[in-house]
Nanobody, 121 residues
Framework: QVQVVESGGGSVQAGGSLRLSCSAS????????TNWYRQAPGKEREYVSG???????TYADSVKGRFTISRDNTKNTVYLQMSSLKPEDTAMYYC???????????????WGQGTQVTVSS
């Protein structure tokens, strides 16, 4: 079974921290590049952060300085460390990875089911 799985969400008070994890399994291979997105109720999904195969990181302006993306190659896991959380960070957080099911296929984007982050004031 091929899947991208996010974990680590939860409920915290404003100013708190959470660490999200993203991993993939069942694929022949996945690119190292990974992106995080989030979607709040009634809003469109928005880009949060990304990391390339070379380790280059990017962040949305709204999270810059508060969120840190990193990768553990030994665990094939990408993390999103979120600090100084604000109520406006409340959303479902999704991970996107480019993976292929077989060597004949091209790498295409796969999304996880999301992990809920709720920040109370």
């Amino acid at each position: 079974q091929v899947q991208v799985v996010e974990s680590g969400g939860g409920s915290v008070q404003a100013g708190g921290s959470l660490r999200l994890s993203c991993s993939a399994s069942g694929f022949t291979s996945c690119a190292s590049d990974t992106n995080w997105y989030r979607q709040a109720p009634g809003k469109e999904r928005e880009y949060v952060s990304g990391i390339t195969s070379r380790g280059t990181t990017t962040y949305a302006d709204s999270v810059k300085g508060r969120f840190t993306i990193s990768r553990d190659n030994t665990k094939n896991t990408v993390y999103l460390q979120m600090s100084s959380l604000k109520p406006e960070d409340t959303a479902m957080y999704y991970c996107k990875k480019y993976c292929q099911i077989s060597w004949r296929d091209s790498q295409i984007p796969y999304w996880g089911q999301g992990t809920q982050v709720t920040v109370s004031s």
